[in-house]
């Protein structure tokens, strides 16, 4: 049942919903909205949006399952005409229950308006299964008055007395909620279509500071808060990416310890000048029970040998361990009790916390992984401290959502790392990082020549901001 509060707003909506429709500020943000949740929601997805209006964001997503609710029947009825694919429900968002689950949940310019956050906000827990997401776009607090103008000269929809809520308030209120927020971002410096100064104002300009600050809209993305999931349940794998490291394999594998229900171990060997292969092959031969298996890489680069590793995993966690044993084995099951205990669903190991054996990484490299660290930790709008450590871990399930949606970035990354990073962060997936102490390599040579690939991530910097920043 609709409250008093929440039936004088429907009724407010339905005499004013043609000049919402025909409002020039209006048509033109919510194209922008429109855009942002097409980079942000990929299409296929079963979506539920409260506060749907006439359904074309809901539509412009292209869900699998789309249902809209709105406590204006006018803007239900034009979208159900409209819109014939999708579902349209008239009914108070507080109390409505649509009884089914849904990968993305959208409240787009809702909060805003409704009459109790948290309320509706813990009604909509149960429509959670523990992949959704919650994507919340809300007006800044810095917009009130320019925005009250704008209704005054009729370039924006009428709207009446509004809850102007600070990006720590919904924060809280997701917290209140069972929700934690992953990341919150700032769009929309120029709500107008002023050809040139628009986009370069809303592609580039907002997203850096102090102009951050006056963004029109704040986007939150949240997640229900984990339960917690029995490690001795699950199976682990752990993918080790092997060229040139014949002096590590059998202390290797003597060190790795038992990981979950089952640890399965797999080796992608690519293409080394001593005698690599053959050393895996003895272990797998004193070891027939080890659950230890090899494969030879067709194709260059660490990259190319963790994605044919995650291929043929079979474990729920997918593990990453450099075959040079610069992370030290026995750090593995804090890395998969990060994982099971829901701290993140990406864990990122992170070699810059404490202090390094000696010549464990060079001074250079260090100046560069810092300047990395700050660089994608901004692009990315989640803390990454350090993009190069070899060592990650992810639910197979999100790999495989991943790997189906590569297409985005393209075969870019010839190291693996940010193949996972930028993946992740598309996905809105919670990054965690855990620091590890990093030791120096004792066998062999390191694959990596640091000027050619600084040079080489440097670029990648230039294409991620493209691909992820300034959309």
Known sequence: MISKYNSERAAFWEMNAEKFSRSIFSKSYHELLCHYYRFLVPPGLRILEIGCGEGDLLHSLRPIRGIGIDFSAK???????????LEFICADAHSVDVNEQFDIIILSDILNDCEDVQELLMNIRKNCHDQTRIIINYF?????????????LKLARPILEQNWLAPQDIKNLLSLSGFEEI???????????????ANFLNRFVVHVFPFNLFALTNFSISRPVPEKKKTEELTVSVIIAARNEAGHIEELLARIPPLGRKTE??????GSSDNTPEAIEQAIHIRPAGNISLYRQQGKGKGDAVRLGFEKATGDILLILDADMTVRPEDLPRFVQAITDGKGEFINGVRLVYPMQDEAMRFFNILGNKF??????????????????????????????LAKNRYYFGDFDPFGDFDLIFGAAKMNLKIIDLPIRYQARRYGKTNISRWRNGWTLLKMVLFASRKIKFI
């Open 75 to 85: 803007m239900v009825r034009k979208a159900s005409c409209r819109y014939p694919d």
């Open 140 to 152: 800044n607090n810095a917009w009130r008055i320019p925005l009250t103008l704008a209704r005054r």
């Open 183 to 197: 990341s919150n971002k700032s769009f929309v410096a120029l709500p107008v279509k002023i050809p040139f100064l």
């Open 265 to 270: 171990v797999i080796f992608v060997e690519g």
């Open 372 to 401: 990395f660290s700050f660089a994608f930790s901004w692009l990315l709008n989640q803390q990454i401290k350090d993009t190069l450590c070899g060592t990650k871990v992810m639910w197979r399930k999100d790999y495989e959502v």
